[in-house]
């Protein structure tokens, strides 16, 4: 992707939610999507985090992901401060993942499925909701960072590496599912469009967080230049981070 690519759409003020990568460890990828004319919400691990990070652009709020209302809570903040939302973005990095559930210990089952697939599934389906009552127009992306099972192992030259742990491996799939599942709403609701990306971890971006939310943020104006309502066909293409968004074509899976 050109690199000045983000530099064009300064002008095209948006207003974006950020879910998945909590602050601190989402700032980088937050302080990109703002340094493109965005507007920025997200998640912050504490409420001290929120306020520590709290700059322009870019505001915060904490998050119990397992519970339903809080989910809601957050979306109705999010509109609040930034009195519209034209984007949301689901962003489930494995690799970050990786590091706070490195091994299967079955104390930490119940705070993985919490953190990792109850909070997506949650905040997706209150969002949903949140779309039929507005009827206004919305691009969400869900985003998956792979990192490789202990089963995908097996079959690459993957070497060197720790793999994935269960839960992780589990609730990556379980992510892909919930955005598959999601991006078939499309169907039903002309002021919706649905982005599905998957960053490899043969990925030339993998490592790069700046060039993934810069890929982004192209790919959520890509959307935006469409003539006409997004087709299920196009809304249920899994994209490469990296490469022209699908335009009805399957291009990666």
Not at 187 to 212: M, Q, T
Request: with cysteine; net charge negative.
């Amino acid at each position: 992707m050109d690199c000045n690519a983000i530099v064009c759409y300064n002008q095209n003020m948006s207003n974006t939610l950020f879910i998945g990568k909590d602050l601190p460890d989402g700032l980088n990828f937050a302080e990109t999507l703002a340094d493109s004319g965005r507007s920025v919400f997200t998640i912050a691990k504490s409420e001290a985090d929120a306020a520590k990070f709290d700059s322009e652009k870019i505001y915060a709020t904490t998050w119990n992901k397992s519970s339903a209302v809080s989910s809601h809570s957050v979306l109705i903040k999010a509109e609040t401060k930034l009195e519209t939302l034209d984007e949301i973005l689901f962003y489930f990095d494995a690799s970050n993942f990786c590091s706070q559930f490195e091994l299967d210990r079955t104390e930490d089952i119940s705070n993985g499925i919490d953190t990792m697939i109850s909070g997506f599934v949650f905040a997706a389906t209150e969002l949903l909701k949140r779309i039929d009552q507005t009827k206004e127009k919305i691009s969400v992306l869900f985003l998956v960072k792979e990192y490789p099972s202990k089963y995908d192992m097996l079959s690459t030259k993957t070497t060197g590496l720790v793999p994935a742990s269960t839960i992780v491996s589990a609730a990556q799939a379980a992510f892909c599912a919930l955005a598959e599942s999601f991006s078939t709403n499309v169907a039903d609701r002309d002021f919706l469009s649905v982005i599905l990306a998957k960053c490899a971890y043969s990925n030339e971006l993998y490592k790069n967080e700046d060039g993934i939310a810069e890929w982004v943020v192209s790919a959520f104006e890509s959307v935006k230049q469409l003539k006409n309502p997004q087709t299920v066909k196009q809304a249920t293409v899994w994209n490469k981070v990296g490469g022209k968004v699908a335009t009805g074509f399957s291009l990666f899976k």
